[in-house]
């Protein structure tokens, strides 16, 4: 066997029953790289503490062994990730569209909701709660 298969092999034994890298571990350590880039432009070393403190944590994920809490960790990482790219998503759409639709939300649930642009008085209905109110949609 060679000197790296071995290395391998070992390396494989030691991470039995460990969580491994996931979305936030990676996420963490990107994060550290970014605050080690910080702190070589700023010369600060307390950016370069919190960068170690950042990777000493993605390292404790990565080796840890409750895979439960882990896994519940990542969960709620990927899940507030994910609630932001939406909301980054709607913003965006929104902002191409501004010309052709006027966006508002509706004072019931505050959903938002969209009518054409100079479509003067009209009746809205809100698909999510059902409620329907009068809107003047403005150039």
């Not at 039995?16 to 970014?34: C, K, S, T």
């Not at 909701?113 to 409620?131: A, E």
Request: charged share 20%; with cysteine; aromatic share 12%.
């Amino acid at each position: 066997m060679r000197f790296m298969d071995r290395i391998r092999y070992a390396m494989q034994n030691m991470m039995v029953g460990r969580n491994g890298p996931d979305r936030l571990a990676y996420m963490m350590m990107w994060v550290g790289i970014g605050l080690l880039i910080l702190a070589m432009i700023f010369n600060s070393m307390i950016i370069n503490v919190l960068a170690l403190a950042v990777y000493v944590l993605a390292m404790f994920r990565i080796f840890s062994k409750n895979i439960s809490k882990r896994s519940a960790e990542n969960k709620w990482y990927l899940n507030q990730s994910n609630q932001l790219r939406t909301s980054l998503k709607h913003q965006r759409n929104r902002m191409k569209l501004r010309k052709e639709y006027r966006y508002f939300k509706c004072p019931q649930c505050k959903a938002w909701l969209r009518v054409p642009r100079g479509s003067g008085k009209v009746k809205v209905t809100c698909g999510q709660c059902g409620n329907q109110f009068s809107y003047i949609a403005k150039k």
